[in-house]
Structures are given as C-alpha cells and as structure tokens.
C-alpha cells in the first residue's frame, strides 16, 4: 500500500510551504528517517524525512512549488512492493564523436557518399559526415543537407571571446535557506534608509560582572552565563529608556511596540538564522541564558520551529567570538535597528592623562532612518555606553 508523504505543519502560524529540493527522484529507494526533500517558509528551510522505508514512486509537487500544510507531495511503496517496480531502461549512449542528435545518424560503420562540396562545408563546420542524413540517391549527402543539419540539427559549443579568459570553478545549487538570506538582505538594504553610529566601550566591569554572575547562575539554571547574555539584558534595558528603538516602519505609520523581543542572530553552517527571546525585557540573566542554551543547541540540530524565529522587535549580532573588532550588521526587517558587537580586546587609552589598558569593545548601531533620527540614535547609544560601562544601573 502506497504511503503518502504530507507538506508538514512546523509550529502554529506556518499555512504553506516551498519545495526547494527533492534529494531523491521517481523509484529511488529511501530508508525509513533519510532526508526525502527539504521545504522553506518565510524564514528557513526545514528537512523532511521519510516516514516509512521503500521506493519513491511519484512526486506530486516538484521543486519550487508552493503547497499548503497537510497537502500529499509525493508517495512511498511499501516495502512489500517495491519488487515490482520494474527495473530502469538502460539509457542508449551516443559516442562522443558524434555532433549532431544519435537519431538522425546512420552508424552503419559503411562509407558516407558526399558531394565534394558538401564534404568541404562539413570539414569546415566540425561535422561527422555519417551523422548527416543524405537525400541523394544511395543516401548521398548533398550540400542542402548539410545546410539543413546545421540550421535544424545541430547546436555547436558556444566559442569564448579570444580576448577573455574562461572562468574554471565548481557550481554549487543555492539552497533554500541561501536564498531566502539574499533575498531579506536585499529587501532589506533597498527599503531601509540605513544609518550607522559606535562607541567603544569599556568592558571591564562587564568582565567583572559575568566572572561573579556565572557560578549563580549556573548553579541555578544549570547553564553557563556568557557575555552575550548580559549584552542582550542590557541592551533591553536601554531600549525601555529609548522606546523609538521598538518600532516599526509601516505604509500608515510608524508602529510602536510595547514588548521587547530580542532576535539573537545565530550562523550555521546552511546560513543565518534569528531565533528570538521573547519578553526580554521581564526575564532575569539566569532565564535568559537557560532561553539562549535552548535555541542554539536546537538551532544547531534544525529543530527550531519558525514561530520561534519571527516577532523579534530589535535584534543583537555578535562576532566577537571570530575576534572581529567591528561590523555594521543589516536591519533584520521589520525591524529599525539591530547592533553589531565586536570582540573585547585589551587596548591602550587615556584615562585621567595617563595611557592605560583596558578591555575594549566596539558596539555599532543600524538604524532605520525613516524610523528613528540622528540625534534620538546618539541619545540611545550614550544611555547603552552607561549602563555597559556600568552594569550596575540596570538595577536602578
């Protein structure tokens, strides 16, 4: 009996799905939790497996279709049938020294008789006499028949410019997820009016902070405190001070949101992805490192579901741990601004006259400058420099 294999439901508001890729074709043979083919919503792409083992015997939806939740893609036999799916045709081979189509050649190993001149055009073109059927008597190839090969029949290799070198390289299919990255980050630095401001922050009290914060709070929630944790809660904390900072671009109007959810922008070795912390704001460092341990662990494993990569009102991204000093991330639309954190990294500065070293970290702001100002962008950024260089007053 055959099996059907359903477009599936990834979490609650996910109605339709994209084919992108089918890894197996028509009487391939698939094992019971093999990958079958790999779907895409709005904001990833997911992996389908195969609920039972046996033969791939139709596909319903082919790549690049969009069906909804529910709906049969394709069939698997049962294991019972899969002996009487008859064996594959054997393929015919056309040698390689035939140009033209394996059909319109005669192959009978005799001598071709040609005119001269239809000889003399055929040597000129490249062309294998014995491929060209003649409309002579005997089957001699006349002139016109060649013209007619050429014109009809036969497509030659496109010739490179002499003055240009040929480019030798592996062509590699994008994936779902691939696309859909380029297709946001484009969408993205086309319909934002994108702006940028830093500061450097001192990390040295951040330092101090997660040093004496990590065994309470891996005592208590069983996971370690990273300084990507106290970023986040810190940055929330400056968004309550700075409200226009969660908002939103729309055609009637600029929308102002009440809660704050913080994207954590996640790189896997397919592309980015953006699980979020909801609430942040309300949760304490213990809750908001046990959330981000659940989302990357998940995140690695392609377990996400895409309700707990969309709703995010402000995003952090982190490259800190690669030792880059500085970047300027892309909005991650709908939302106004996103910030890029750097490493921390011991450096000499002015203090009081004197040149000391301290931890320094590059924090740089991507605002929406349809949304958000100049001047409210600066008062938001000097209130993130405070309370980072000071952890401390987050508790005020």
């Known amino acids: 009996m055959a099996i059907q294999v359903l477009m599936p439901k990834i979490g609650l508001t996910m109605t339709e799905g994209k084919v992108v890729e089918w890894k197996k074709k028509e009487g391939d043979r698939v094992e019971k939790g093999e990958v079958l083919f790999i779907f895409e919503t709005e904001k990833t792409t997911f992996e389908v497996e195969a609920p039972e083992s046996g033969t791939l015997s139709k596909i319903l939806v082919k790549e690049d279709e969009t069906v909804g939740v529910g709906v049969v893609v394709g069939f698997i036999n049962g294991l019972e049938e899969v002996a009487e799916v008859p064996p594959e045709k054997p393929r015919e ?3 390689k020294e035939i140009k033209g189509p394996a059909e319109i050649g005669r192959g009978d190993g005799q001598k071709v008789r040609a005119t001269p001149l239809a000889r003399k055009i055929a040597k000129e073109e490249g062309l294998d006499l014995k491929s060209i059927p003649g409309s ?20 030659p290799s496109p010739v490179p410019e002499p003055t240009e070198r040929t480019q030798q390289g592996k062509l590699v299919k994008m994936t779902g997820m691939r696309r859909i ?3 946001k980050m484009l969408a993205s630095k086309i319909e934002t009016a994108q702006a940028y ?12 902070a997660r040093e004496r914060l990590l065994p309470l709070v891996e005592k208590k929630a069983a996971v370690r405190l990273t300084i990507t944790d106290i970023l986040m809660k810190i940055t929330a904390v400056a968004i309550t001070h700075h409200p226009v900072m969660n908002t939103r671009w729309s055609p009637e109007g600029i929308l102002w949101l009440e809660d ?11 592309g980015l992805i953006v699980p979020v912390i909801w609430d942040i704001g309300k949760k304490a460092l213990s809750e908001i490192a046990q959330s981000r341990t659940d ?5 690695k494993k392609g377990k996400l579901t895409p309700d707990e990569m969309k709703g995010s009102t402000f995003t952090l991204s982190s ?4 030792g880059i000093e500085e970047f300027c991330a892309i909005i991650n639309q709908p939302e106004s601004a996103i910030l890029g954190v750097g490493a921390i990294i011991d450096k000499p500065v002015v203090q009081k006259k004197e040149i000391v070293v301290r931890p320094v970290m590059k924090v740089i702001l991507s605002y ?5 100002d100049g001047a409210r962008a600066a008062e938001f950024m000097k209130t993130l420099k405070e309370l980072l260089e000071d952890p401390i007053l987050i508790l005020v």
């Open 368 to 372: 929406d400058h349809r949304v958000i």
């Open 136 to 155: 002579g008597m005997g089957g001699r190839v006349h002139r016109s028949d060649v013209e007619r090969f050429l014109k009809v029949a036969w497509k």
């Open 319 to 322: 490259l800190g741990m690669y």
């Open 181 to 183: 990255i380029a297709q």
């Open 197 to 208: 401001m830093s500061h450097s922050v001192d990390a040295t009290r951040i330092l101090n």
């Open 260 to 270: 704050i959810h913080m994207g954590m922008a996640m790189a896997l070795p397919e």
């Open 93 to 95: 081979v056309v040698p």
């Open 295 to 299: 989302l990357v662990e998940r995140g």
